[in-house]
């Protein structure tokens, strides 16, 4: 790893391990890899060791009960997959249970959805609780619920988790564990000629056209997808790497070799609240913005309603609604202080003239600074 700064591995106070099912589930029999997780459990033994607070977000419920439930090989219907997951939680959780245990470590089981990071109250709570497991001493392991999910068994969802999860919790680093080194300038399963890239300090056009979504026929991650998450982590902090966990004790390798992608965190990170605002929730609706109003977002100033030029979508107060420019280019995120119809009706007028149109004397900007996300522009 050609850095000049300290490794990111060794300098995290708080580390979220990411360990995708290839690695941990044995494709053919759909047993976990008892070998494999020993070696992780001694390498999180030397992390707790020298200070570091460890939080694993696991993939695999899945993987591991299909098998036990006696599901064929292929594609499972969403029921098969919820079925699947109930079995393979518990079991999963057994097995970190013993390892960690075996050498004196706490665990925790902690179930999310995406949705649980899109629900302010419920995300704050999520929070909490994994700082006070943390404060305790103990390791969280996170698996997504996919015995509630629907939409959430996808491709990618527990990249995107664990990037969730190092927000939420303030994380100083993330490691994704894959079956690949990292991030390569090719596809190297087809290109021999593909060179595996060190560090990235900003996700360009050119960085991201080298994901190719390539994954496991266990897991369900592609490159693709550890590239958004890494975007989430970046702009909220926080150091992100892809690296090869297939070998016996990854945290280890990857602090020895100082192999895989580092992708390095914004030196201005923005705020918890306005990551969650940017990379958590989803939006209900879109507000169209003038000229001036782009202006004033770029200057960090609120969104008042004389800058709106269109109202999109059925929204609530509260709701996260997508901001973007008369060409349709995409600004950010907020959240809204007016329902989708009050919006309309104050669109385009001075925020004096709020009460007058509505019968009522509410905020003078549709969206305040402290509730906007917006993309970082050249």
Known sequence: MT??????????????????SSLLVNETTGQVKNTWLNALADDILTARERGQQVIIVTSGAVAVGRRALGLPAGKLLLPQKQAAAAVGQIRLAHYYQEVLAERGLKVAQILLTLDDSEDRKRY??????????????????INENDTVATSE????????????????????????????????????????TAKLIPVVEKLTPEIEAMADGAGSSVGTGGMATKLMAARLCMEAGCDMAIALGSELHPLTRMEKTGKGTWFLADKTPI????????????????????????KALDKGKSLLPAGIKAVKGSFERGDAVVLEDEKGVFLGKGLTAYNARDAKAIAGKHSDEIESVLGYHGPDEIIHRDDLFTEKRG
């Not at 060794?10 to 995708?20: C, E, N, S, T, Y």
């Open 3 to 20: 850095m000049t700064t300290k490794n990111p591995l060794l300098k995290a106070k708080r580390l979220v391990l990411k360990i995708g």
């Open 124 to 141: 704050l709570n999520a929070r909490n609780t994994l700082n006070t497991l943390l404060d305790i001493g103990a390791i969280p392991v």
């Open 153 to 192: 068994i996808k491709v990618g969802d527990n990249d995107r988790l664990a990037a969730r999860v190092a927000q939420m919790a303030s994380a100083d680093a993330l490691v994704i564990f894959s079956d690949i080194e990292g991030l390569y300038t090719a596809n190297p399963r087809k290109d021999p």
């Open 271 to 294: 705020s918890a609240r306005k990551a969650w605002i940017g990379g958590a929730i989803k939006p209900r609706g879109t507000l169209v913005l003038d000229a001036g109003a782009v």
